[in-house]
């Protein structure tokens, strides 16, 4: 799947090359020209990451972070802050109302990129390029490869995105909800007993020694128990590497 971005700029021709940047490096992009819009279209649709300007009218920037960050349903997407605003003071303001980055104008469309690229490799790395691994399941989504306790198993699409998703946050519980979010999109309205069919084949896949590395967690959802893998290859997530930014016009 695509990642997705919500920029969310009151100033429309800055909206407009922000978009249309976002668009050619090949995110997904929704915008809104307030706070207010903003929260509409999140509880429509979860980003992968949110570009915020401090500056917007009525609802500041600041304060639309601090209350996606209070929400459950968002406080765990990676957010970058974009600012005017250059004071130290300032920085420090923006980054512990929430914000994980913050990028004063004006900057070029590049920076901007490589920053909210490097966002989603630190928060969000189900959607980022190269090798992830926890306990005994390497997951290499350039050569679209799944490898169990040195073993090479096939998935189909649907179930390998799904695995990565569960290697990208090892230990943590999804619900069935968040798991057709996240993987199948917010746009394709299917059953959540849909889940519980793709984690049976994930748990196939993985074979008698390792099905269990997914546990169902009752009244929560499932997740990725790396703790009681068996004794196996254990490794580090392996990212691709830091995307060389391009030279681009700057944003006022």
Known sequence: ???????????????????????????QVRTAASAERALELLKERVPTVAVIDWMLPAMSGLVLVERMRRDPRTAGIPMLMVTARDGEQERVHGLESGADDYLVKPFSPSELVARVRGLIRRRAPEFSNGRLS???????????????????????QVEFRLLKLFIAHPNRVFTRNELLDRVWGETVFVEERTVDVHI????????PDFRDLITTVRGGGYKFDVEGAPAAANGAAAGAAPPRPEAGAALA
């Open 1 to 27: 799947m695509q990642p997705s971005v919500l920029v969310v700029e009151d100033d429309a021709a800055i909206r407009d090359l922000l978009q249309y940047t976002f668009e050619r490096a090949g995110f």
């Open 200 to 207: 049976r084949r994930v748990r196939l896949a993985l074979g």
């Open 134 to 156: 926890a306990g005994p399941v390497v997951v290499d989504s350039d050569a679209r490869t799944v490898d169990v306790g040195g073993r090479r198993v096939n998935l189909r």
